[in-house]
């Protein structure tokens, strides 16, 4: 019988043994799960790891997951685009208070380093950062209202945003700009609106109808003067179309005539040339002379060869009559 009781003391040690295992194995799974970091970091935002108050890590969009990792804890930063929209009271360069408002958009740099200086100097929370960032854009906003006047502000409303822009991201001597302390990168900067008081307001009035006016008045004297520049090129061409005319009518007049003179020249040759034509020719011209029935005396001396060169014109020939012959 005292064998049969050591083995059951056998069995009930190695039990025990068992139990002991299985109870460490879910004190160490107890203590894993309570100790353990699980994070979800969405697209947008970056999570810092740190441990016992360093940074050890920066993680990218994704699932985090540590365990026994009792002294870790994840801080989840907002690494989106987001916008600031201040409204201020400024004075210009010329004394005229106005309000204005702007509009900055932002977004903190995704960098592990920035992210990690970001984290040490500012913070991770959306209102730490934007705390010091409104007093830059104010400062920033009360600058740039003093190099414009309130018009040069209304009217050019980009350069006043480029300024502010460049009062926010130029390094001073010896100092990192607002946006380098602050660890962001600027999208755009806005102006959004100007409101001026009621007088001023009048003026602008006043003065917008008195260029209105003046642009007017400007139109109507070009349009004056380019009529005018019309009519004098429509003179002009006219002159022009009358003188080539003219041109044109002495032209044909100089040629007709040099062609008659270099015909009666060829008639005048050919006569020289051929004295029995020249003879036919004179008595075509006695009979010419005699078809009125009168009888002309030509002078012995005179030269026939013009008579007969202006022979289709004998109408305009004038030659002096002949005497009657006296009976003795």
Aim: proline content about 4%.
């Amino acid at each position: 019988m005292t064998p049969q009781r050591g083995k059951g003391a056998g069995g009930t040690g190695v039990r025990l043994g068992l139990i002991g295992g299985v109870a460490l194995v879910l004190v160490v799974i107890g203590i894993g799960l309570s100790t353990m970091k699980f994070a979800q970091i969405n697209e947008g935002e970056r999570g810092i790891i740190v441990t016992q108050g360093r940074v050890e890590g920066i993680q990218e969009p994704g699932i985090y997951f540590r365990p026994f990792a009792p002294f870790t804890t994840i801080e989840v930063v907002n690494v989106r685009r987001q916008t600031r929209t201040i409204s201020q009271n400024v004075a210009s360069s010329d004394k005229q208070l106005y309000d204005i408002d702007i509009q900055v958009d932002y977004s903190r740099l995704t960098s592990p380093d920035a992210l990690r200086a970001s984290y040490g100097e500012i913070g991770v929370r959306d209102e730490q950062l934007t705390q010091p960032l409104d007093g830059y854009i104010n400062d920033a906003l009360k600058s740039a209202s003093t190099q414009f006047t309130l018009d040069q502000a209304l009217s050019d409303r980009g350069g006043f945003a480029a300024r502010i822009r460049q009062f926010l991201t130029t390094n001073e001597t010896g100092r990192r700009s607002p946006a380098e302390q602050l660890y962001i990168q600027l999208f755009d900067v806005k102006v959004l609106d100007i409101k001026v008081g009621e007088e001023y307001a009048r003026l602008l009035s006043e003065k917008a109808n008195l260029e209105v006016q003046i642009e007017t008045e400007q139109k109507r004297r070009e349009q004056i003067e380019a009529q005018q520049a019309n009519n004098l090129f429509q003179a002009e061409q006219e002159a022009q179309v009358a003188l080539t005319r003219e041109r044109g009518l002495t032209a044909a007049a100089l040629e007709a005539a040099n062609r008659d003179a270099q015909v009666r020249a060829i008639e005048g040759r050919y006569w020289r040339e051929n004295p029995e034509l020249f003879e036919l020719r004179k008595r075509e011209l006695m009979v010419k002379m005699l078809d009125n029935g009168n009888m002309w005396f030509i002078d012995p001396n005179t030269d026939l060869t013009l008579l007969l060169n202006r022979m289709g014109e004998t109408s305009n020939v004038v030659l002096p009559p002949a005497t009657p012959e006296v009976q003795p």
